[in-house]
């Protein structure tokens, strides 16, 4: 059974950091593509950044540079490390992981097919972050 669970998360003020952990079990990291994402109420959800199988890395414009996403295939755990923090990122924060490599190719977290769309099949509990300024 897939499961992932976050950690991690906390409350900073902005220009801090903070380093959010996904632990993975039921499957192996490295054979899975696998992202972060991030949902404020009313809001829709926003992918933060993806890592590929052969460990490629992609991220969105607005973390770009101040975000870093790793796993780790050994301890079968996904990393995002936050930096220079900013109120904006204020968010609930969620992985997610699945074996479609195409997924990985941006942050969107999904793909279109001939039918509906195909989003990330498994996802974590979330862990909050809450910038102050």
């Excluded at 992202?35 to 890395?57: C, H, L, M, N, Y």
């Excluded at 780790?72 to 997610?96: E, F, G, S, V």
Aim: a negative charge; glycine letters at 12%; hydrophobic letters at 30%.
């Amino acid at each position: 059974q897939v499961q992932l669970v976050e950690s991690g998360g906390g409350s900073v003020q902005a220009g801090g950091s903070l380093t959010l952990s996904c632990a993975a079990s039921g499957f192996r990291v490295r054979t899975y593509c696998m992202g972060w994402f991030r949902q404020t109420p009313g809001k829709e959800r926003e992918g933060v950044a993806s890592i590929d199988i052969d460990g490629s890395t992609r991220y969105a414009d607005s973390v770009k540079g101040r975000f870093t996403i790793s796993k780790d295939n050994d301890r079968n755990t996904l990393a995002l490390h936050l930096n220079n923090l900013k109120p904006d990122d204020t968010a609930m924060y969620y992985c997610a992981a699945d074996p479609t490599f195409s997924l990985c190719l941006s942050t969107q977290g999904w793909i279109e097919t001939s039918g509906p769309v195909y989003e990330y099949n498994y996802w974590g509990q979330g862990t909050q972050v809450t910038v102050s300024s």
